[in-house]
């Protein structure tokens, strides 16, 4: 068993008014030395198996196709926890 | 400048009808191997000064108070791309 990480983020180039919107509220709220806020979604995926190049090319195609839109986001995808099997 | 990262997940306890909804999916899009899904928030936090101890407090107490609701999500910190200055 493994679990891979994939990270949506929207493109550098595409405005994020919930970030911008956190960055406007923090001065606001005490904190201060920020100087942009971006936010993203995090997946945490649990596979049967081990998380090997095949498992990861399966998550790259999931990413693509159903937990990113490749027209405004970019994704990464990373293995954590693995154990040897 | 540094960037920080603030990964906010539901608590394990919680359930993550999201991530469920997208865990059913996977067989009818033709995925299998996956048992579970959990979908979270990924903030990318840039700061004006370098990550040091009072920065990464500072964004501990943001995270708590702002970027997560601590009854029902966890979150975690941790610094990228930090470059010396």
Same mark, same amino acid.
């Given at each position: 068993m493994a679990r891979a990480i994939v990270d949506v983020m929207l493109k550098p180039e595409i405005l994020d008014p919930q970030g911008q919107a956190i960055a406007r509220a923090l001065p606001r709220l005490g904190?201060? @030395?920020?100087s942009a806020v971006r936010q993203g979604k995090r997946f945490e995926i649990e596979l049967d @198996?081990?998380?090997?190049e095949a498992a990861l090319a399966d998550i790259r195609k999931m990413a693509e196709t159903l937990l990113a839109n490749p027209v405004i986001e970019d994704f990464t995808v990373r293995v954590e926890g693995e154990t040897a099997e």
């Open positions: 904190f201060s @030395g920020v @198996g081990p998380a090997d």
